[in-house]
């Protein structure tokens, strides 16, 4: 059985800018895609592709945000693959919805003998909590087990396997635990991820999800610096990593 002690954040599609040769912006400094569509699309409302005031894409960005404009940002989707994260912060997760979509592994259709589980973060170092943590989970899934064989037996009757073990699974994943891993495709327009990012990265959110988002973060920051530069990670008093916003939510 595989125990998870992080998540797994993978980039898998970022914003592909096409500038129009007709409205050729003067920019400024260095700058992605993602970074350079929300610019454009910013200055495409005062039509200043002039760039009268001289700044370069960071310092644009960094005052549409002060401004509050954050409908700009929302242009530029950026997609990661989730993986190493529990059902139960998966489900924290998706309760962000303004500009997020999500593909999620499904326990109706996917075995979930071979289930990897996610410790908590509150348990982990604490040899003994995390040994009696490992003997509930393992009984958890041996009990899944023995519930899908149970189920395909009684519904022996229907003849397509395939909606058999649909049946099966779907019932007997109600004994798994919010600690089985689950993976999640999660694309987000900017704007949506600052938002999460912001409620999320606070010392309120829960633990799991917190250290999630701050993962989150050190991906989005190293792909488009330029968004998410004035979020700035920190330890908080509580030993785990935090992250404050100077630009709040727009
Ligand atoms: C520390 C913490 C504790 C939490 N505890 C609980 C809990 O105990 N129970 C619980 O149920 N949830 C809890 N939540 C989840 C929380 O209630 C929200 O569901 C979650 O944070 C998503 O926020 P949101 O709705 O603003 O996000 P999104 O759905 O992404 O919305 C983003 C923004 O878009 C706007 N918006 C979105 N939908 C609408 C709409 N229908 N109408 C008008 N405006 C809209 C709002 O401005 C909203 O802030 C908690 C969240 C945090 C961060």
Same mark, same amino acid.
């Given at each position: 059985?595989?125990?998870?002690?992080?998540?797994?954040?993978?980039?898998?599609?970022?914003?592909?800018?096409?500038?129009?040769?007709?409205?050729?912006? #003067?920019?400024?400094?260095?700058?992605?895609?993602?970074?350079?569509?929300?610019?454009?699309?910013?200055?495409?409302?005062?039509?200043? #592709?002039?760039?009268?005031?001289?700044?370069?894409?960071?310092?644009?960005?960094?005052?549409?945000?002060?401004?509050?404009?954050?409908? %700009?940002?929302?242009?530029? %989707?950026?997609?990661?693959?989730?993986?190493?994260?529990?059902?139960?912060?998966?489900?924290?997760?998706?309760?962000?919805?303004?500009?997020?979509?999500?593909?999620?592994?499904?326990?109706?259709?996917?075995?979930?003998?071979?289930?990897?589980?996610?410790?908590?973060?509150?348990?982990?170092?604490?040899?003994?909590?995390?040994?009696?943590?490992?003997?509930?989970?393992?009984?958890?899934?041996?009990?899944?087990?023995?519930? %899908?064989?149970?189920?395909?037996?009684?519904?022996?009757?229907?003849?397509?396997?395939?909606?058999?073990?649909?049946?099966?699974?779907?019932?007997?994943?109600?004994?798994?635990?919010?600690?089985?891993?689950?993976?999640?495709?999660?694309?987000?327009?900017?704007?949506?991820?600052?938002?999460?990012?912001?409620?999320?990265?606070?010392?309120?959110?829960?633990?799991?999800?917190?250290?999630?988002?701050?993962?989150?973060?050190?991906?989005?920051?190293?792909?488009?610096?330029?968004?998410?530069?004035?979020?700035?990670?920190?330890?908080?008093?509580?030993?785990?990593?935090?992250?404050? %916003?100077?630009?709040?939510?727009?």
């Amino acid at each position: 059985m595989d125990i998870l002690r992080a998540p797994r954040i993978t980039l898998i599609a970022r914003p592909q800018f096409l500038e129009p040769a007709h409205l050729p912006v #003067q920019w400024r400094g260095e700058a992605g895609d993602g970074e350079r569509l929300a610019e454009f699309a910013g200055r495409l409302c005062y039509m200043s #592709q002039a760039n009268p005031a001289k700044r370069d894409t960071g310092e644009y960005l960094d005052n549409i945000k002060k401004q509050g404009h954050g409908s %700009v940002l929302e242009h530029a %989707v950026y997609v990661l693959l989730i993986e190493g994260i529990s059902r139960s912060c998966s489900h924290e997760l998706v309760r962000h919805r303004a500009g997020f979509g999500y593909s999620q592994l499904s326990q109706r259709y996917v075995d979930e003998s071979h289930a990897a589980f996610v410790v908590p973060p509150a348990m982990l170092g604490d040899a003994p909590l995390e040994a009696a943590w490992l003997a509930q989970v393992t009984a958890a899934q041996a009990a899944y087990v023995a519930a %899908v064989e149970d189920l395909m037996r009684r519904y022996e009757w229907v003849a397509d396997k395939v909606h058999r073990r649909k049946m099966a699974r779907e019932a007997a994943r109600s004994l798994l635990p919010n600690a089985t891993e689950t993976k999640i495709v999660v694309s987000g327009n900017v704007r949506a991820w600052r938002t999460m990012l912001e409620l999320r990265c606070g010392e309120g959110a829960e633990q799991e999800i917190r250290r999630m988002a701050v993962a989150v973060l050190r991906v989005l920051a190293a792909e488009a610096p330029l968004l998410f530069r004035d979020f700035e990670i920190y330890r908080a008093e509580d030993g785990a990593e935090a992250a404050r %916003v100077t630009y709040h939510k727009v």
